[in-house]
């Protein structure tokens, strides 16, 4: 007989697209444990939220959304002592759910309650871009003009069409802007860079076979010329090879620290597939922190 738990759940009204899921979920949890539902409708509110939950007694800590959502409440949990060492368990709500892919969390309320009630888990390796974390990537460039050309309300009901219609037109206009990128003493001009904590990029597509989340191993592509054709032939690469180092022109590191300054025009960044508010530069850096998730 399993013991009785008290599991806290956030939920961010705003980016959550299968509620149907939530509610049996909730419903089901409720069969045999207490559970308590914190729905953000803002940045500010969710800031309150993880606050207020710093100072409550409770067994797990489960985040509905997508993996924006889980970005922002990870940096949130990294805050406060009290949450540190929470089980942390996810359900997924969003666009791409890479996160759901690398954890192979199925898109089932039963399965998924048997996950959060079992108490299976893994660490979760965080890089960090300044002073914020990350579990997944940070792009820097193309990706990043993708996801500032989306707004919150036509990706909740656009979903994945929104993406690709997005990115195919930033194909189809690619303007490149040069950044410079610091690697140790060398200086390389790019015009995106990606540094990647997952092994799947835009869902269920594998761009390295060198990390995956539950490692400490940052892997960055710095893609220095940019072209149409290119962008076509790394497309072949993740599609039917699963890595993008195959590719000569861009060069992969390991480094676990990184600097990206801008040129000529701001850098436009995304982490965990969200805007991340940085124009001028950035430092990207492996660390050994982590979270501890709730997986099958």
């Given amino acids: 007989m399993t013991n009785k738990l008290k599991f806290c759940i956030v939920v961010n009204i705003n980016t959550s697209r299968n509620k149907k899921l939530l509610n049996e979920v909730i419903n089901l949890l409720k069969n045999n444990h207490d559970v308590e539902v914190f729905e953000s409708k803002s940045k500010d509110v969710a800031k309150e939220i993880f606050k207020d939950l710093s100072s409550k ?67 979760i390796s965080l890089a960090k871009i300044n002073d914020q974390f990350f579990f997944l990537m940070a792009g820097i460039g193309f990706d990043g003009k993708i996801i500032t050309s989306i707004d919150t309300v036509t990706k909740k009901y656009l979903g994945k069409v ?63 010329d940019l072209t149409r054709l290119k962008l076509l032939y790394y497309l072949y690469l993740i599609l039917f090879k699963d890595d993008l180092s195959m590719a000569k022109n861009i060069v992969t590191t390991h480094a676990k620290n990184i600097k990206i300054n801008k040129l000529n025009s701001d850098l436009v960044i995304q982490i965990d597939g969200e805007l991340f508010d940085s124009k001028e530069g950035v430092e990207i850096t492996q660390t050994s922190q982590f979270i501890n998730l709730l997986v099958p």
């Fill in 57 to 123: 007694i409770f067994d797990r800590l489960v985040l509905a959304g997508g993996d924006g959502s889980v970005n922002f409440a990870i940096n949130e949990i990294l805050q406060y002592s009290s949450l540190l060492n929470k089980e942390i368990g996810y359900i997924p709500m969003g666009t791409a759910n890479i996160l759901q892919i690398e954890t192979q969390i199925q898109k089932n309320a039963i399965a998924i309650v048997k996950t959060l009630i079992a108490g299976n888990t893994k660490r």
């Fill in 162 to 224: 929104i993406f690709t219609l997005k990115s195919f037109h930033q194909f189809l206009f690619l303007n490149n802007e040069k950044m410079e990128v610091l690697i140790d003493d060398e200086r390389i001009e790019a015009d995106w860079v990606l540094s990647t904590n997952s092994k799947y990029y835009a869902g269920p597509y594998k761009i390295t076979k060198e990390t995956n989340i539950f490692q400490s191993g940052l892997v960055t592509y710095i893609f220095k």
